[in-house]
C-alpha cells in the first residue's frame, strides 16, 4: 500500500451491536502493520470530560433525558474531543479512527428520537468547527441481531425500544444512501468478510 496523506480521520458507524469496536481494533491494527501512526477513539469520550459526559449519556439512571439534552451534551463531549485529541493527532500526521460521530446523534436523537435530523446536522457543523470525517464507515445490522450481542447490563440507548432500534437503522441506511460526512455502507457478513470490505474502503483514502 503507497503511503498516503498524513492525518487522517475515519469513523465507525452503525445501530449498537453492529461490531464497531472489535472493527476499530482491528483497522488500527492493521493500520500499524502497514506503517501508519493511528490512535483509536470513542466518541463520547476519550478525553477527561468526554468520560464524564458519556457517563451521564449513558447510565440507564438518566432515562428522563430529553432528547435535545441528549443531542446537546452529545455535541458538547464531541467538541472538546476534536480540540483536545482529534486535531492534534491530525497535526501530527496520525490516523484518527474513531468509534461513533455526528451521524449516530442524527440516528438516535433525530430519526428514533423525533428531533429534526436537519437541526442536528447544523448543530454539529458548529460543535465540530466544520471539522468532518474522511471516511465514515456504517456498519450495518438487523437490529434484533445487534441487540442480542449487548451485554447483560444495557446501557440507557441500548435499552430503548425495538421500533427506536429500527429507526437508528433505517436512519444510518438513509445516511449512507445520501453519502453524508463520506459514509459508506458496510454489509452485515463475518467479522472477516466485514474486516476486508472495511480495509477496501479505507485504502481508497489512505
Known sequence: MARGPAGRFLV???????????QAARLVAWLVSRGREAVHLRDPGATRVGEKVREILLDPAHEEL???????????????????????????????????????????????????PEAIWKMGEFASGGLSPDLTLVLDVEPETGL???????????QRSLEFHRAVRDGYLRIAEEGRMNARLIRPGTLDEVERAIREAVEDVL
Open 12 to 22: 465507525l458507524e452503525g445501530p449498537d451491536g453492529s461490531g464497531k469496536s472489535t
Open 66 to 116: 430529553d432528547p435535545t439534552a441528549e443531542a446537546l451534551l452529545f455535541m458538547a463531549s464531541r467538541a472538546q474531543l476534536i480540540a483536545e485529541r482529534i486535531r492534534p493527532e491530525r497535526e501530527r500526521g496520525r490516523i484518527v479512527v474513531c468509534e461513533r460521530w455526528l451521524p449516530s446523534t442524527v440516528c438516535y436523537q433525530g430519526y428514533a428520537g423525533g428531533l429534526s
Open 148 to 158: 442480542s450481542r449487548v451485554g447483560d447490563e444495557p446501557d440507557l440507548m441500548e
